[in-house]
């Protein structure tokens, strides 16, 4: 063999052993993608393992709860239960549990939260059964179910009446001290009422309005807040979804609507109030002879506060207030009191007229007027009563 062919011969065999070295890495690597690939199935199948056994736990947990929740499969039980002034969402799920109406104390504590339960429990005994549901049992826990039998009192709050009048009331009933109800309406946690003005919280203006006047039964000693809150159920039931509705239609707020209501409350003689709510929408809508200027005292006396000493002087007059109606046009800022529906309706449905004044008359009732001259001539006549 000649130097050249030994040559060839040896190339030929480094190539084949070459080769042979790549197909080696090769066949190795296809076992071990094979062993991966095992282990990646014996993963797979201990995780769906383990899904399936967490997912069957928490079906029978969460068929468990479902049960407490919707009341299901319980044995039949009626009772009593007790609500006191001192009672919140916790100890009231505690007095659920202990006979036997619940199962899952932390459960009812989230719903109840969730529900604003606190806000809707009321003083008071309840007969309830375990066929209720959550809900149910918190429905079953208003007011309006309740049997009160401790010390108590029925106090009824005039219309109109503005929050200090009221808190003054409440105490001499024995409800709390006057302090502390004039407190918690300026300070006390209604968040759970969309409609409270929560910008206002801290002033006197805070529940402003939103005091719907009816006869209340309190506990004596009674908590401030808890006290405010059946004002503000009663509210939330009076303004229901038909007045709402209507109170969009109308094109104002609900604050507005009840400073409107306000205003007509403390103006009326009970017999007047479309014709008043006719005045002042007559008034805020065009300039006539007014320039939006509403001119009710009731609203100046509220903006002096203390500082009103039973008469309007001169000073009065000219006192610098948003409440100042004869100096600043359209609206005050706030209600001036806390009117009852059938303002309210008044302020949703004014009397269509042409009257922009009125005044009081020997006969004690408001007389109306189109014009300014027709107003100042009743006003200098003998039938006037000042």
Not at 124 to 153: C, F, H, P, Q
Not at 182 to 190: E, M, T, V, W
Not at 208 to 228: I, Q
Request: aromatic share 12%.
């Amino acid at each position: 063999m000649s130097y050249e062919e030994n040559d060839r011969t040896e190339r030929w065999d480094a190539e084949r052993v070459r080769e042979a070295e790549r197909m080696q890495p090769s066949r190795s690597s296809g076992e071990r993608s094979k062993r991966r690939k095992k282990k990646r199935r014996g993963g797979f199948l201990l995780w769906l393992v383990f899904v399936l056994l967490v997912s069957a736990l928490l079906a029978g947990v969460g068929w468990l709860l479902a049960n407490d929740f919707c009341a299901f499969n319980k044995d039949p039980v009626t009772t009593t239960i007790e609500v006191t002034k001192d009672d919140d969402i916790n100890t009231v799920a505690d007095k659920l549990k202990q006979e036997g109406l619940i199962e899952y104390e932390w459960l009812f504590k989230l719903f109840g939260k969730l529900a604003h339960a606190e806000s809707k429990i009321g003083i008071g005994s309840y007969e309830l059964n375990s066929k209720m549901d959550y809900k149910a049992l918190i429905n079953g826990m208003r007011n309006r179910n309740a049997a009160l039998n401790a010390n108590t009192v029925k106090v009824t709050v005039p219309e109109g009446y503005t929050v200090r009048q009221i808190a003054a009331l409440l105490a001499e009933y024995g409800v709390n001290t006057e302090e502390a109800l004039l407190d918690a309406a300026r300070n006390g946690s209604f968040e759970d009422y969309y409609f409270v003005p929560q910008a206002r919280k801290g002033t006197d203006q805070y529940l402003e309005g939103y005091l719907f006047p009816d006869t209340y039964e309190f506990f004596v000693g009674e908590d401030p807040v808890k006290a405010y809150k059946r004002f503000l159920n009663n509210f939330d039931v009076k303004m229901n979804e038909e007045m709402m509705a209507r109170v969009q239609e109308s094109g104002r707020t609900l604050d507005e609507i009840l400073v409107i209501a306000s205003l007509i409350e403390r103006e009326t003689d009970g017999t007047d109030r479309a014709k008043i709510a006719s005045v002042i929408y007559n008034r805020l809508n065009n300039v006539g002879e007014t320039y939006h200027l509403l001119q009710i005292d009731a609203s100046l006396i509220y903006g002096l506060g203390d500082q009103y000493t039973g008469k309007l002087t001169e000073a009065d007059l000219a006192f610098d207030s948003p409440y100042n109606l004869s100096k600043y046009p359209y609206l005050p800022p706030t209600p001036i009191g806390n009117p009852g529906l059938a303002a309210i309706e008044a302020a949703l449905d004014p009397a269509e007229t042409g009257y922009y004044f009125y005044a009081r008359g020997q006969d004690n009732l408001h007389h109306f007027f189109r014009t300014y001259e027709e107003h100042l001539a009743f006003v200098n006549s003998s039938d006037y009563k000042g």
